[in-house]
Nanobody
Framework: QLQVVESGGGLVQPGGSLRLSCAASGFSSGLTFDRYAIFWSRQAPGKEREGVSCIANSGGATYYTNSMRDRFTISRDNAKNTVSLQMSALEPEDSAVYYC?????????????????????WGQGTQVTVSS
């Protein structure tokens, strides 16, 4: 059974950086990690889940807002079955639980396509708190 585990969250001051990791295991028969697209989303208390970034099996990356595109970088290491999300210039508004998910379809949809339609299984998440 496919599993993803997020790590790397923590408390950081405004303007600081964090690097989140998503480790995947338990792939479907005949598939390997490099076939999957990996998504990052986040959810703050009282708010809906929002997309953060996606990296396709081709390595192509998408970001759900211009602000994320300017400050975040998603990358994958297929040899280690991991995807990283490097976040810089963090703002208090970035505080949330960050989740990752793997999609065997391998593609990143248009960012205006609702995440809920993908029926992704998200991990347990890692808390990011940006505060002075």
């Amino acid at each position: 059974q496919l599993q993803v585990v997020e790590s790397g969250g923590g408390l950081v001051q405004p303007g600081g950086s964090l690097r989140l990791s998503c480790a995947a295991s338990g792939f479907s028969s005949g598939l390997t990690f490099d076939r999957y697209a990996i998504f990052w989303s986040r959810q703050a208390p009282g708010k809906e889940r929002e997309g953060v970034s996606c990296i396709a099996n081709s390595g192509g990356a998408t970001y759900y807002t211009n602000s994320m595109r300017d400050r975040f970088t998603i990358s994958r290491d297929n040899a280690k079955n991991t995807v990283s999300l490097q976040m810089s210039a963090l703002e208090p508004e970035d505080s949330a639980v960050y989740y990752c998910a793997a999609d065997r379809r391998g593609l990143c949809p248009h960012t205006q396509s609702p995440l809920a339609k993908l029926n992704l299984d998200w991990g347990q998440g890692t808390q990011v708190t940006v505060s002075s």
